[in-house]
């Protein structure tokens, strides 16, 4: 099992920055296949993919909407994965989640993924 305690988010204005970190424990954790992602969930909207990176080589990718404001990077040595996020906009609104799959493979869709942080809200005002 693998259990992932996420902190930080809140509410800013459209422009400002936030960061969201998540930490992951359980001896599953020492696998380097995993692959760590951050979801997102507004209101009435299903769960999308923002970004992933690839514990082994960090490796990165980006839903297009993220591309050049949000950075997904991990610190190895603290089994955190961070999402610093830039260049607000009200439309980046919602719950996110972390989540890590185990396969190896850099997947988007959230139902591949087994393990799930608790959410944290992120709200951006106009």
């Known amino acids: 099992q693998v259990q992932l305690v996420q902190s930080g988010g809140g509410l800013v204005q459209a422009g400002g920055s936030l960061k969201l970190s998540c930490v992951a424990s359980?001896?599953?954790?020492?696998?380097?296949?995993?692959?760590m992602a951050w979801f997102r969930q507004a209101p009435g909207q299903e769960r999308e993919f923002v970004a992933l990176i690839r514990w082994n080589g960090g490796s990165t990718s980006y839903t297009d909407s993220v591309k050049g404001r949000f950075t997904i990077s991990r610190d190895i040595t603290e089994n955190t994965v961070v999402l610093q996020m830039n260049s607000l906009k009200p439309e980046d609104t919602a719950v996110y989640y972390c989540?890590?799959?185990?396969?190896?493979?850099?997947?988007?869709?959230?139902?591949?993924?087994?393990?799930w942080g608790q959410g944290t809200q992120v709200t951006v005002s106009p």
């Open positions: 989540a890590a799959n185990p396969t190896g493979w850099e997947l988007r869709d959230p139902r591949d993924y087994a393990f």
């Open positions: 359980g001896e599953a954790f020492t696998d380097y296949r995993y692959v």
